[in-house]
């Protein structure tokens, strides 16, 4: 069985930082693309950054150049480093494995308020 388990969620200030993992197993992690997505409070699920298996990103218009997506293959880890974060970056935030027909993760909570 595939499994994602998102940890590092919690509560921030705006203009802070926090680094969300994500840990995989049941897969050939070096051979599927990872991805974050996230959905805010009230609204639809949307993208927020992408890692190929050649470690090329894409990144949502609105994290470009505040999160950083890297993936650690021998850890079977993929991360999302965020920084300058602000209240629009509330949401839960699920990591992807493969695709399109792929396996979500449970989900990590970050808030951010003052």
């Known amino acids: 069985q595939v499994q994602l388990v998102e940890s590092g969620g919690g509560l921030v200030q705006p203009g802070g930082s926090l680094r969300l993992s994500c840990s995989a197993s049941?897969?050939?992690?070096?051979?599927?693309?990872m991805a974050w997505y996230r959905q805010p409070p009230g609204r639809q699920r949307e993208f927020v950054a992408l890692?190929?298996?050649?470690?090329?990103?894409v990144y949502a218009h609105s994290v470009k150049g505040r999160f950083t997506i890297s993936r650690d293959n021998a850890k079977k880890m993929v991360y999302l480093d965020m920084v300058s974060l602000n209240s629009d970056d509330t949401a839960v935030y699920h990591c992807?494995?493969?695709?399109?027909?792929?396996?979500w993760g449970q989900g990590t909570q970050v808030t951010v308020s003052s």
């Open positions: 890692i190929t298996t050649n470690s090329s990103t």
């Open positions: 992807h494995s493969g695709g399109p027909g792929g396996t």
């Open positions: 049941g897969i050939r992690f070096s051979q599927v693309g």
